[in-house]
């Protein structure tokens, strides 16, 4: 039920600008607002947003594109902000005016900031500590690209201590979470002058498919890989997050720790390459909706001092459960005089902050203690129900240490499943039940069916049909749009498992489906979207005493579809 509305802004900071003749950007929903929005001597090209500079607009609808079949993160999210500074050449003003775009997007109230660029396999830049600098000055999350250069380590202003630094993977063009592996191309080898993990967490970016400078470019090539495109998916996340708690728009710290408190996906196992993992955005959002996340700063809610700590958040758990625990805190970043030229001349990690956790008993069950980074995070089952204690303890500061913020998130691992918004339907003989079906807020798990030679790439709603132990039923389904497919078809568990269960077909059709004598068991009904088709159809379940023709139901007028 979260889409993004009622939550933060989103800026897209690049030097093209968004789309705003594209209907699915620029809408109700969000209308598109440029730093550039004239031609004048300052911003020469204007919005700068004409093919073939669609990188914006494409990173902008992932993101939050409302396209029914491109779907953004946060479709509804309130308004995007093309940060569009238009020039990566030093002589033509490149500092100066990223610069100006990024504080024209904080100041029009951008609460998280997406950053798709940056210089492949370079050392620390102006540009590093100029983004930790927003995030603990100006209160800002930012989501910057890792790079597309595995052979290196990861470059400006993605080395940033304090960003949330995304990654590539390949999804296999499905929501199946097993099978995903990294993209060949994704940087993850560590910055040299700072030895922090970078990327912290990654997400799908090869062949993704997103909006385009005009209506339906997309439709006719609008694929992209790069993780360009894997950082907005995160930015959209942060912002569904923020939509839960609209107060933690100023809360950095937070938001990147329950980023990594979601990653229970482990693509590249074994390795760093994935940072700590994929987000599950269920997992980010359940915690915030259900405040599990703690914001920390001192008397005034200035900077955590060294004579703050440790600090002790006590967290009731129950038993089984399985925990991820995130803490984000921030670098130092000098920042004095101007900015736009040569400031922000130093930028230091400053403190390390460790992470313990206590069984309610006080005794230590886990903990992390990174030496490098800005953040630490454990993964633990919970042995017993009760009260835990989330400890940060200060283990070393520079001299003078001004302080810093800390944020805290916890998230119950939560995959869902191709039937995880499962509709039960009770095979009453006799019974006939009928549902409007919307498939637009529906995933995609499967694309095709075995035995079933229609491309169903839509997305796909399932209704589940349980027949009682030592009995029998007939399971009949219609529909009403010849563009939905229906599919009854069982799975090797009878259970909605998180792997990619190969699926046994026992009847499908383009408006009817149905199988006789179903004996005892678990049945599930996909209605599904032929070729990439999402939309609406009445569907109708009935439970006959009897049933007459095909499992496999196909009239001649369907044939020719």
């Known amino acids: 039920g979260n889409l993004g509305g009622g939550g933060g802004k989103v800026a897209v900071h690049e030097d093209d600008g968004i789309s705003d003749a594209n209907p699915f950007l620029h809408n109700a929903s969000h209308a598109v607002i440029f730093w550039c929005s004239t031609v004048s001597a300052e911003c020469p090209m204007g919005k700068f947003n004409v093919a073939p500079d669609d990188h914006a607009s494409m990173v902008a609808g992932i993101a939050g594109s409302t396209h029914p079949l491109a779907t953004g993160i946060a479709p ?48 620390e830049d102006f540009w590093t500590r100029y983004a930790d600098h927003v995030v603990r000055n100006l209160g800002r999350t930012l989501v910057v690209s890792a790079g597309n250069s595995s052979w290196c380590q990861v470059g400006w202003p993605a080395n940033a201590w304090n960003v949330i630094t995304v990654g590539a993977i390949s999804d296999n063009g499905n929501a199946f979470l097993e099978g995903d592996t990294m993209a060949g191309f994704s940087s993850f080898i560590d910055p040299a002058f700072s030895g922090a993990m970078k990327p912290e967490v ?11 400078t005009t209506c339906c470019d997309w439709l006719s090539g609008g694929f992209g890989s790069g993780t360009s495109f894997a950082a907005p998916q995160v930015t959209g996340q942060v912002a569904l997050a923020i939509a839960r708690q609209p107060g933690q728009s100023g809360w950095p710290e937070t938001n990147k720790a329950v980023v990594l408190a979601s990653a229970y996906q482990n693509v590249a196992a074994g390795t760093q390459q994935d940072g700590v993992g994929q987000p599950i955005v269920t997992n980010s959002d359940s915690a915030y909706r259900n405040g599990q996340f703690r914001n920390d700063c001192g008397a005034g809610c200035v900077p955590l001092q060294a004579v703050d700590f440790p600090r002790s958040y006590v967290v009731p758990l129950t038993a089984g459960k399985r925990v991820r625990v995130g803490l984000a805190y921030d670098s130092v970043p000098t920042c004095t005089g101007s900015r736009l030229s040569t400031g922000c001349a130093s930028d230091v990690r400053g403190a390390d902050i460790d992470l ?206």
């Open 202 to 212: 990654v997400a799908p970016g090869v062949s993704v498919q997103s909006t385009d």
């Open 356 to 561: 313990r956790i206590l069984k309610p008993d006080g005794t230590y069950l886990t903990g992390s203690f990174s030496i490098a980074n800005t953040w630490e995070l454990v993964e633990f089952t919970v042995p017993v129900s009760g009260n835990y204690t989330f400890r940060a303890e200060l283990t070393g500061a520079d001299a003078g240490w001004p302080g810093t913020f800390v944020g805290v998130a916890w998230a119950l691992r939560n995959r869902p499943t191709y039937c995880t918004d499962v509709s039960p339907v009770s095979p009453v003989v006799g019974t006939t039940k009928a549902f409007q079906v919307d498939t637009l807020r529906y995933p995609t798990f499967y694309d095709m069916y075995p035995g079933y030679g229609a491309l169903l790439n839509g997305r796909e709603r399932v209704f589940k049909v349980v027949v009682p132990a030592g009995t029998t039923r007939n399971i009949k389904v219609t529909d009403t749009n010849a563009s939905m497919d229906l599919v009854i078809f069982r799975t090797s568990t009878n259970a909605c498992d998180e792997t990619a269960d190969t699926p046994t077909v026992l009847a499908a059709g383009f408006n009817l489906a149905q199988v006789k004598d179903a004996p005892e068991g678990t049945y599930y009904v996909a209605v599904d979207g032929y070729n990439g088709y999402v939309g609406t159809t009445a569907v109708t379940f009935s439970f006959p005493s009897a049933l007459s023709g095909l499992d496999r139901d196909v009239t001649a007028a369907e044939a020719g579809r």
């Open 76 to 123: 509804e999210l309130p308004q995007l902000l093309s940060a569009n500074f238009q020039t990566f050449s030093t002589s033509g003003g490149f500092y100066a005016k990223s610069v100006e775009a990024m504080e024209w997007a904080i100041a029009n109230g951008a609460a998280v900031i997406n950053i798709s660029w940056g210089d492949a396999c370079a050392g």
